[in-house]
């Protein structure tokens, strides 16, 4: 019982959190390019444009294509949802809070978040859509592309951590300057693969070619509406944001920080928030880059970079200078 | 409540096989593909099995899905998918073929039966795996890791030909 109450609370904070990073983005960028942003639903500066959004997409009409495989379309934007919330379960928020802290808790994480392609090919090929289509295949290609260079930075902390419990890899980073991005060389090697494959995993510019805007009008959701759309969004911006806690986590030493216990969440989130400023500081300065760079850089460089950085980290922990207990 | 959670789970493993080979649709057969490898590794964590749920979910249910999916989109044109199906015969060797594989299994089954306290399933962790891995059964990966690599050449080999 404890345990659904627990899973309720998070589920709404993760929708809060999400909606108002929303904001923020929209914020950030709009400061990038000189503009103020959303500014006059609510004093100040438009805090209450998320919640705005929020009611206008769920009062918009539900369009469904004639031609659509309506079963296929209409589950796909549930699909997509289910393990952009899923991550979050293994997450510890600080010490003993969170949902469930499993031994394995960073390979379900990476597990369930490989789950999100199902939602998003069925929601491009049940539109019957060229434009969805082609963002579906486009899609499927990155996915495969940038999946393992992300496992293996991700694998970079668990392997100096020696665990794969996502407390345990925060335990093993105390100490000053111990945050694994610290770590001489290959942590701040793993973090800036881990960043990259993350811009690419959640097909931001300038990795966005499956919702290239000029070309594919809006890439795999170009024929939903309402709050399908809603769904949709909610989703992808909860796989960034849950991204972005485990970057924190893996690199950032999740909830350690100066101060009481207490305020360890409040740094977690404030950690997860810079590496989501991050990878948007990166798209809104870059532009595009053609389908064929893409897959080069994963395939040419990216993957085997990261392989040989998992190696090296191998050759550290067996010499002894791990962090594991 | 174990019982009812298997029971469940198991259902769910059944109906989505049976709409794997019943479809015609090749899409609509990837998909509850997906939810049958699903359901498996829910079996797997239901044993205890966390890593093999874990790696079941990230490989099978992630990656040859996303493969699958990808062949059927380049490869199958609209009109064969409902069309006759042009390899007829070898349908009639699909009967025997699938009583074999039942009669394996039942033999299997059975061996396993006779055997009390045989079950002595490895401990489900990541540690237990891998040190299986590396020294029981060190031989058999290996020989996985030649296979694999014999597949990536002809696909080389394949490649080249084409270009």
Redesign the interface.
């Known amino acids: 019982m404890t345990h659904l109450i627990v899973a309720f609370v998070l589920l709404n904070a993760i929708i809060l959190v999400v909606a108002y990073i929303t904001l923020l983005e929209r914020k950030f960028a709009a400061r990038m390019q000189s503009r103020i942003g959303p500014y006059y639903v609510g004093w100040p500066h438009g805090w209450l444009q998320p919640i705005a959004d929020a009611l206008k997409l769920m009062l918009k009409e539900d369009v469904v294509p004639t031609l659509s495989d309506r079963w296929v379309y209409n589950l796909a934007p549930l699909v997509f949802l289910l393990p952009c919330m899923l991550i979050f379960a293994t997450i510890p928020f600080a010490p003993g809070l969170g949902l469930a802290d499993l031994n394995i808790g960073v390979l379900f994480f990476l597990a369930v978040s490989a789950l999100e392609i199902v939602g998003l090919f069925m929601g491009g090929w049940g539109s019957n859509n060229k434009y969805a289509l082609l963002s579906a295949m486009r899609a499927v290609n990155q996915i495969i592309s940038y999946d393992l260079p992300f496992i293996f930075a991700a694998l970079v902390p668990v392997v100096l951590a020696g665990s794969m419990q996502m407390s345990a890899i925060v335990v093993a980073q105390q100490g000053l300057f111990g945050w694994f991005v610290f770590y001489p060389g290959i942590g701040q090697l793993a973090f800036l693969a881990y960043v990259i494959a993350t811009i690419a995993a959640e097909n931001r510019v300038p990795f966005d070619i499956l919702e290239a805007e000029s070309e594919l009008v809006a890439g795999f959701r170009v024929e939903y509406s309402g709050m399908k759309f809603a769904l949709i969004q909610l989703g992808e911006y909860a796989h960034l944001v849950g991204t972005s806690f485990l970057g924190a986590l893996l690199f950032l030493g999740g909830w350690l920080g100066p101060g009481p216990t207490w305020l360890g969440p409040l740094w977690f989130l404030l950690k997860a928030v810079l590496v989501f400023l991050l990878v948007t500081w990166v798209r809104w300065s870059f532009v595009r880059i053609r389908v064929d760079q893409i897959l080069a850089i994963s395939w040419k460089l990216l993957l085997p970079a990261t392989v040989i950085l998992l190696l090296a980290t191998g050759f550290v922990v067996a010499a002894g200078f791990g962090r594991g207990a | 409540m174990a019982l009812a959670a298997f029971l469940l789970i198991a259902a769910v493993a059944l109906v989505s096989a049976l709409g794997l080979i019943l479809k015609r649709n090749a899409?609509?057969g990837a998909?509850f593909l997906?939810v049958n490898l699903?359901s498996i590794a829910a079996l797997y964590l239901m044993l205890g099995a966390?890593?093999l749920a874990?790696?079941q979910?990230?490989i099978y249910?992630?990656?040859i899905?996303?493969?699958f999916?990808?062949a059927i989109?380049?490869l199958i044109p609209g009109k064969e998918e409902t069309g006759p199906d042009p390899r007829r015969s070898y349908r009639l060797l699909a009967a025997p073929l699938g009583a074999l594989l039942l009669f394996e299994l039942a033999v299997a089954l059975a061996a396993r039966r006779g055997a009390p306290g045989a079950a002595t399933a490895p401990a489900g962790?990541?540690e237990a795996i891998g040190r299986l891995l590396f020294t029981d059964f060190l031989f058999p990966f290996e020989l996985t890791s030649v296979l694999l690599l014999a597949a990536m050449v002809g696909v080389l080999l394949l490649a080249r030909r084409r270009a």
């Open positions: 899409v609509h998909l997906v699903g966390e890593f874990a790696a979910v990230i249910a992630g990656a899905m996303v493969l999916v990808f989109m380049v962790s990541v």
